[in-house]
Structures are given as structure tokens and as C-alpha cells.
């Protein structure tokens, strides 16, 4: 089947740690997003790429880093100069340069900061 | 930075009842509009696309959009409690790589 895949699904974290949320897909897509989402609140975008080795920060990429050294996969990492990363954060993909509006989304991964 | 604004709801409606579910948006070139469903836990999904003036029907959704109001709203016949969920109101940023800017979401709740 074709589709997005994050993981983990759940993951905890101390702080002052890096964690790195994977994201692969097997649709072919060219185009990779994350976004995060907080209780009460909408989609807000943290990174993108259209193209392997290269990619874009987005609305609240501080505190993010990603890498795209591969077409299936767009790894994020959370940093600990991230304040608040206690999140559901959704990986999604899109066909090159569509702007048919359908992001195709992973199942997500929540993270939690003890 | 376009800002899309929905009512967080949460809307409740009985089943069988239309339900309506409204976004205003700041940017008057927006030229297209999506609406995303996103049950509790679970990840958004595509369910209606609209890009002109007017309604747009799929079963039992309809879209509809005003350009001259900057708003677009979100029709549901016959709701079903299956429908209830988060739904969020999207359109692709100036310069839109693919990525959109997504509204907070409505919460719909069908009572049996």
C-alpha cells in the first residue's frame, strides 16, 4: 500500500534532549512537509522541500532541523533550543509543484517533553 | 501572512440535521480553498476542493465560495455522527510551494 509513514507514534522525551521523528513515504511525491499541531490550534508549517538536498523553513522552523538526503525520506529533528516541543507533529507529501491543495498525511508522531 | 479564521466551535447538531461550517480568509488574490476533516487523534484528510465563485457538491458535502466576502463554508446534509470531527479550512499561501495555511478548525458534533 501506498501511503506515509511516521514513527514513532509516541514518543518522550527529557529536556534538553534531540529527538529526530522519521517520515517516509512510498507515493513518489516530490514534495515533503511538516507541520505541527497544538491543542486547539491549527497546522502550522515547520519545514518543506519540493527536492532532495533542499528544503525551506517554514512559518516556526526555530528550533527545527531537517534533512532530505533522500526522495522517500524527510527526517525532522527537535533540538533543544525548541521552548515548547510538546506536540502532534504531522509529516505530509504532495505531487511536485501541485497546488491541488492534497497534502497526504502520516498518522503523526506526539511528543511529549517530561 | 494570509490568515484563514474559523469559529473553533464546538458545533453541535442533531442526525439528519445540515450542518454549516464556516472560514473567512484575509488575502483577496486566495484563489483556492480546501477543507480538511481530521478525526480526534488522527490525521487530516482531504475531503472537498473548491476554486471558483459558487457551490461545489460531492455527496453529501457542498463547498461553497465567495470571493467578494472572503469567506467559504462547508455544507453537510443529513450529518450523520460519523461527521463528527475537526474541520479545517486551508488555501496555499502567496508563492505556495504546495504548503497551505490551515485555519484552527471547527469541532462538529452529530448527537444521535
Known amino acids: 500500500d501506498g501511503g506515509i509513514t511516521q514513527s514513532p507514534k509516541y514518543l518522550f522525551r527529557k529536556e534538553g534532549q534531540n529527538v529526530t521523528l522519521s517520515c517516509e513515504q512510498n507515493?513518489?511525491?516530490?514534495?515533503m512537509y511538516w507541520y505541527r499541531q497544538d491543542p486547539g490550534q491549527g497546522l502550522r508549517l515547520i519545514y518543506y522541500?519540493?527536492?532532495?538536498?533542499?528544503?525551506q523553513k517554514g512559518d516556526i522552523a526555530e528550533g527545527y532541523s531537517v534533512s532530505r538526503e533522500k526522495k522517500e525520506s524527510f527526517p525532522l529533528t527537535v533540538t533543544s533550543a525548541q521552548k515548547n516541543p510538546t506536540a502532534f507533529y504531522l509529516c505530509?507529501?504532495?505531487?511536485?509543484?501541485?497546488?491541488?491543495?492534497?497534502?497526504?498525511f502520516g498518522e503523526g508522531s506526539r511528543l511529549t517533553v517530561l | 501572512q494570509k490568515e484563514v479564521e474559523q469559529n473553533s466551535g464546538p458545533l453541535s447538531v442533531p442526525e439528519g440535521a445540515i450542518a454549516s461550517l464556516n472560514c473567512t480568509y484575509s488575502?483577496?488574490?486566495?484563489?483556492?480553498f480546501f477543507w480538511y476533516r481530521q478525526y480526534s487523534g488522527k490525521s487530516p484528510e482531504l475531503i472537498m476542493s473548491?476554486?471558483?465563485?459558487g457551490d461545489k457538491e460531492d455527496g453529501r458535502f457542498t463547498a461553497q465560495l465567495n470571493k467578494a466576502s472572503q469567506y467559504v463554508s462547508l455544507l453537510i446534509r443529513d450529518s450523520q455522527p460519523s461527521d463528527s470531527a475537526t474541520y479545517l479550512c486551508a488555501t496555499p499561501p502567496r508563492g505556495s510551494q504546495g504548503n497551505l495555511i490551515f485555519g484552527k478548525g471547527t469541532k462538529l458534533s452529530v448527537k444521535p
Open positions: 473548491i476554486y471558483s465563485n
Open positions: 522541500s519540493q527536492i532532495v538536498n533542499d528544503f
Open positions: 488575502d483577496r488574490v486566495s484563489q483556492s
Open positions: 505530509a507529501s504532495s505531487m511536485a509543484g501541485g497546488n491541488t491543495g492534497e497534502l497526504f
Open positions: 507515493l513518489n511525491h516530490d514534495a
